[in-house]
């Protein structure tokens, strides 16, 4: 068993009114990555139709430090039980965006699903990031792979 301690990056988090009975983003385990994410939705439920999305909101902002960012992540059960995913996932919050969490999901299942406010609806993964500076060139260096795409790795 592994009893080694991680340092825990501290991260402001501010509740907007709607979300305000709700508990702070907590792992659900020890080995758990990322962050439970609820819905606050001030009218208590949103439907999503197969085929649609929706954007939900969470009522939280938060306080992501420069070097890092907050990806945004599905669900898994989620997902393989309902069809429910982050659109554009992983979502990414920048370390400069103090604005409310908002998390498109769409229904790629074949029932109606109502998101009801409390609800776990995503997971927020907060990763270490490095920037780059991007320069012009002519040609680039050759490798193994070259330019074979999609499949050319093989299954």
Not at 46 to 57: A, D, H, K, T, V
Not at 63 to 72: L, M, N, R, T, V
């Given at each position: 068993m592994n009893n080694v301690k991680?340092?825990?990056?501290?991260?402001?988090?501010?509740?907007?009114?709607?979300?305000?009975d709700l508990p702070i983003p907590q792992y659900a385990t020890a080995g758990s990555a990322g962050l439970d994410i609820m819905s606050a939705i001030p009218n208590k439920e949103?439907?999503?139709?197969?085929?649609?999305?929706?954007?939900?909101?969470t009522g939280i902002c938060i306080?992501?430090?420069?070097?890092?960012?907050?990806?945004?992540r599905s669900r898994s059960g989620l997902s393989l039980k309902n069809g429910i995913i982050v659109l554009n996932s992983p979502g990414t919050i920048d370390s400069d965006y103090r604005g409310e969490i908002k998390i498109i999901l769409a229904n790629f299942g074949n029932h109606i699903f109502t998101i009801t406010h409390g609800?776990?609806?995503a997971q927020l993964v907060i990763n270490r990031y490095?920037?780059?500076c991007l320069a012009k060139s002519e040609e680039l260096n050759t490798s193994i792979r070259c330019e074979n795409g999609f499949g050319s790795t093989g299954l």
């Open positions: 991680v340092p825990l990056l501290d991260i402001k988090i501010k509740f907007l009114p709607h979300a305000v949103i439907i999503i139709y197969p085929g649609e999305r929706s954007l939900i909101e306080a992501i430090p420069d070097g890092y960012e907050g990806q945004i609800m776990r609806i490095e920037r780059v």
